[in-house]
Nanobody, 128 residues
Framework: QVQLVESGGGSVQAGGSLTLSCVASGYTVSSACMGWFRQAPRKEPEGVATMHSGGHIVDYAASVKGRFTISQDNAKNTLYLQMNSLKPEDTAMYFC?????????????????????WGQGTQVTVSS
């Protein structure tokens, strides 16, 4: 059984940083398409960053490019999202997701529906 457990969310002021973690069990993250999504109240889920091919191919949403970095630690089977220069508009619930199928869909343009497994989410709140 695949499980994803996120942590690291919190409240920060604009310009601050947070690092989210997603510990996976039941599947090897380096063999999967891994993604971070976020959903703000009354908004559709947004793909933030994705990673596949053993971590060699990454994709970022335009809104976070240059500020967020997705990475993985294979020894810990953990996915990370380093978030710098945070803005109030980054406020959302952040979810880790895993897709076991083709990596052709492992890009932020695709919706969360292409993923097989989801974590419970971790809240990020950025104040101005």
């Amino acid at each position: 059984q695949v499980q994803l457990v996120e942590s690291g969310g919190g409240s920060v002021q604009a310009g601050g940083s947070l690092t989210l973690s997603c510990v996976a069990s039941g599947y090897t993250v380096s063999s999967a398409c891994m993604g971070w999504f976020r959903q703000a109240p009354r908004k559709e889920p947004e793909g933030v960053a994705t990673m596949h091919s053993g971590g060699h191919i990454v994709d970022y949403a335009a809104s976070v490019k240059g500020r967020f970095t997705i990475s993985q630690d294979n020894a810990k089977n953990t996915l990370y999202l380093q978030m710098n220069s945070l803005k109030p508009e980054d406020t959302a619930m952040y979810f880790c997701a895993l897709r076991t199928g083709s990596s052709s869909y492992c890009y932020t343009q695709y919706t969360k529906d292409v993923y097989n497994y989801w974590g419970q989410g971790t809240q990020v709140t950025v104040s101005s």
